[in-house]
């Protein structure tokens, strides 16, 4: 595929909303009716990995939207934590598409929290974009995957929005917002597992009441 340098600036692109920016510039990069995951994970190489989670991921933040992106999101992440540099989708997510029209509408999808880290992106070099940090990454997005596909109250945002914090310091070589991305999910996931220990222990009490 003939691809420009990924994320190059656009004229309409805001400085100080990244992920405006960058789901725009997506948008831009192919001019068709529908992306594919495939076309997009061999369009952007190496930084592939942070931008396919963090689009997989923004749709979390809509009610209903989290369980269809966990298993791609879950799969991405794996092979982000086993040390792959490149994506290595199988052909059933890779045919996986979304509209043109749809990418744009994540632009506005941040929330108020959200906006208020990305005034601080900005490239920083640190450890957290070393080999190690984008295993720690990998496997974080694995958990949060899994919490997305697991059906709960309440369990769906508080992973996502860790996730897309630690995917855009990824996109955006920001070390220090990937540290914050790492904390945040880390408490996000702890936080879906305890809301879903309860609802099974609710689950056991209720069955050994009525049996």
Same mark, same amino acid.
């Given at each position: ?59 979390? =933040? ?134 879903? =220990? ?14």
């Amino acid at each position: 595929m003939e691809a420009g340098h990924p994320l190059d600036p656009l004229p309409e692109a805001h400085p100080s909303a990244p992920i405006s920016r960058i789901v725009r510039e997506v948008a831009a990069q192919f001019p068709g009716a529908r992306i594919t995951l495939g076309e997009m994970a061999e369009a952007f190489g190496e930084r592939a990995f942070g931008l396919l989670i963090l689009l997989l991921c923004l749709p979390a =933040l809509l009610p209903g939207m989290a369980s269809v992106f966990g298993i791609p999101m879950l799969i991405l992440g794996a092979q982000m934590g086993l040390g792959l540099k490149v994506p290595k989708l199988p052909r059933f997510i890779a045919r996986q598409s979304i509209k043109r029209e749809d990418l744009l509408r994540l632009a506005d999808v941040t929330s108020g929290p959200l906006k208020r880290v990305e005034r601080f992106v900005r490239p920083r070099p640190g450890v957290f974009l070393s080999n190690w940090g984008d295993r720690m990454v990998g496997w974080l997005t694995v958990v949060s995957a899994v919490m997305l596909i697991l059906p709960g109250p309440g369990t769906n945002a508080p992973p996502a929005f860790g996730t897309i914090i630690m995917s855009l310091g990824v996109v955006e070589q920001d070390s220090r917002v990937v540290g914050i991305g790492v904390v945040l999910t880390t408490l996000g996931n702890l936080f879906a597992v305890a809301v879903l =220990l309860v609802l099974a222990w609710m689950a056991i009490q209720a069955l050994g009441w009525v049996f």
